[in-house]
């Protein structure tokens, strides 16, 4: 690969990660207003929503760790999408593999939690123990699940694994050879996700008691950045693992789209776990399951 | 006079110098230089950290009883001995200014410390150039002792932590004797070649009773649970500087001892061939599993901490876990994980407890309850604090993540997904309690007490952001590192790990620090762009925020930081049992009980009656 095709590259995979991302939440709209029997928002909503708080005339800034974290929030699922291998762009994903991934999505995670710290608002401190509690529950069951598809495709690296998936089709994906760990991963991409049941550390229904509380203008609008990419990024990274990828944009978009849509289905649906309840739950099925996976791939 | 002597007399000099004019204001510059001296004499034996010769003998040795001691250095050597000095070196430095003063005008014994310090090195550098069993178990009595000096320092509860570690101390050294005397009867040598013949055809039963005795003794030093009880306490009490050097290095000596005995000598292999009974475990296994729980138990425990110092120090030997379960995987990734996360260890760990000790002369506390908000008066230490806690949790782009990334990949390749799942446990914990650290100390608000804390002296500074340094260009080029771990691993006989600046490739997925650190940058500045290009943000005083409609005056503060996980231990709260805390008791009022009644039995029932016995036998014996 050239240096211009490998710098293209590099751009083009976070740019088309943030306007898929984009569509994603328009889609999450769409599907939440169409369970209520309302219309939705219309196409551009998200942009709009974007502008307006980057916009804002109102930014309350509580000092410069309050503005790194947000920095930090977008600028490492930035660099996230760069590893995680889309049709036609591979990216650094022979660089850093899965394992890299998994703990480079840490750092928009730390960069919150810093942010949010700086913010001097016990209750934001309160939401940011809460989302930290949250990361502890569903890393598990997601680690267990990178660990089957590590080891049933014998290798990390994202792009081998679309390959192996490509070349044996439909009964060589993730879900076909390993069924109960792509169950197990349902579930903790529900939690990675924030979406209800497991919504409560973000408490976008009660902004005073959540990390976001001292959010506002172009903090919140880079948390809704952030939003964009997060669920990009486990849509993607799922269909990686299980949905052999895609081997090209057509058959590639329907399928991110459809894993996304089935969280955010359940999501509205479905009212909040508490925080130990959240732990309690994906401690116990997610795990069970994504270990008797793992026993099945692995004997 | 060899490269070697040349270090080890230049250590003595220096441990001379401070028992001398340790107490002079001037001590804790001219040590560091001393220190720095040190290190030249290690750089001037670089070559065996670059592969370039395998040993260098020291002119040192004399004879026992017929037994000939010898020290020498390989690249296994050089490499935990770079890490000892520079420790030594960056905690001197931080304790050469205002520390110093501070020090000594609350009372504090300066030429102890110095002193103490410089002997501590003295110490574990001739442990590391032991060049048989015998000069092994010297230099591991007198790093015993030097640390025990280093702890008792403080003086009041640090006594008696002390005195606790140097119970369990003088348990393991009786542990490695044993082991060693056992040695001697198979193999009728204390060489280390000696031990390595015969390795190979030694039985089951000898090779378990090896791993228990000197697997117990060198775990105690390296706080393995269940002997861990010790350490989290007694570093912690430890005067800052001391704590950052005992931290970084002083229980890594039980890692190289163990990895002299039981993987250079005995070898892995032997350890793989040699089962539990009635299980399917090997005895590689038992000790894998061994490490996991140092891993958890101990980071959990960290989890509950409200003091800075302890926190830290619990986190120490949950760290250790991952540098044992490194190594015991004995392949080229694994062990050069497990190798290579003692040096990061030992420089984000040494960097965190000089943060919180800088934290302490400012604000006199080191109380996660009684901190917060000190961002705004102390941003350098802070930042120190972040970069080494980024490093501590094991997140990109500092030199934890690559040694973690090590051990992860290696426990994939090997197909152990049980410990792979536990050691990203115990990374988990470490996210939880380190953001707790930072938070409770510099982030939230900042009290009414500490409005006017100042920075930290520049002594404290430059040491931490030397540091800090050293912990991201590591981890931006890990090669640096695993040229010497490389060096390492063939001084130990263990897979060479072929490595780049930027990491290592191999075709199943491997990792360029340099391509990952460099597109997260960029990342960062692409986040700066689209934050700054919204409009321009105002500051507010941090306590203009939203109280959801309570009432807050600027004269209450309210920090939330006590319990500060509350949902998480509301389930795993009640897991704690201290178990390790009961199972140590039980043992300290069984050993006590058997004193009790031995003491009875000898001294107040008829000692007179013994005593004629004990003559009668001798005299039998004598005449007979």
Known sequence: ?299 | MTALDNLLLMSAFTALFALLSGNRPTAGSNLTVLYGGQCLALALMAGLGYGGSASIASSLSFDILGHALHWRFDGLSWFFAVITVGAALLSSWFASGEWAQRFRARGGNLRLFHATLAINVTSMLLLLASGDLLSLFIGWELVSWASFLLMALAGGAAIRYALRYLTYAFAGAMAVLLGLVLIYARTGSFEFQALHDAAAGMDQATLWWLLLLLGAGFGIKMALLPFHLWQAKAYAETPGPGSAFLGAISSRMGLFAIVVVFVQLIGIDRLVDTPVPFTFLSARDLLAWIAVFTIIFPTFTALRQHDGRRLLAWHGIGQGGYMLLGVLMADDLGSAGGLMHVFNHATYQAMLFMSVAAVMHRTGTSDLNKLGGLVARMPLSFLAMLVGIIGLAGLPPMNGFVSKWLIYRALIIEGSPLLFVAAVIGTLGTILSVYKLIHNTFLGQLRLEHVNVEEAPLSMLLPMMILAVIVFVTGYFPGLVLDWVAAAQASAGLPVLAHHLGGVAIDKGGLDMIWVVSVLLAGFAVGALVFFAGNRSKRVHQLDNYAGGHFLSADTRYQYSDNFYPGLMHLIGPWYRKSFRWLESGLVSAVDTLSLSMQGLYRAAHPSFYLLAVVVFILSWVVL
């Not at chain 1, 309350?60 to 503005?67: A, D, K, N, Y």
């Not at chain 1, 076909?176 to 497991?198: N, V, Y």
């Open chain 1, 1 to 299: 690969m050239s240096v211009g095709e490998l710098a293209a590259e590099l751009v083009l995979m976070p740019l088309v990660a943030f306007v898929a991302g984009m569509a994603m939440v328009l889609m999450m709209r769409k599907i939440g207003a169409r369970i209520q029997r309302r219309i939705g928002p219309p196409l551009l909503q998200p942009l709009y929503d974007i502008l307006k708080l980057y916009g804002k005339q109102t930014q309350i800034s509580h000092g410069l760790i309050h503005e790194i974290g947000v920095i930090m929030a977008v600028g490492g699922y930035v660099a996230a999408e760069t590893l995680l291998p889309v049709p036609g762009m591979s990216g650094l994903a022979d660089k850093g593999g899965a394992i890299t991934l998994a703990y480079m999505m840490m750092i928009p995670s730390l960069g919150l939690a810093l942010g949010v710290g700086q913010c001097a608002n016990p209750n934001g401190s309160i939401g940011i123990s809460r989302a930290l509690t949250a990361m502890a529950a569903y890393d598990i069951p997601f680690i267990i699940v990178i660990f089957g598809a590590a080891y049933v495709y014998g290798t990390t690296n994202l792009a081998d694994i679309i390959a192996i998936q490509q070349q044996q089709g439909v009964p060589g994906w993730g879900i076909a050879r390993m069924p109960l760990l792509a169950i197990a991963g349902l579930i903790a991409m529900q939690g990675m996700m924030g979406k209800h049941p497991f919504e409560i550390y973000v408490a976008p229904h009660e902004i005073a008691t959540g990390p976001m509380v001292e959010m506002g203008g172009k903090f919140l609008g880079g948390l809704f950045v952030m939003q964009c990419f997060q669920i990009y990024t486990i849509g993607v990274l799922y269909s990686t693992l299980f949905l052999g990828g895609g081997a090209n944009w057509l058959t590639f978009l329907p399928k991110i789209f459809a894993v996304v849509a089935i969280p955010m289905t359940i999501a509205f649906v479905f009212p909040r776990y508490r925080t130990e309840d959240v732990l309690r739950l994906m401690w116990k099925w997610p795990v069970v399951i994504g270990l008797m996976g793992l026993a099945v791939v692995m004997k």
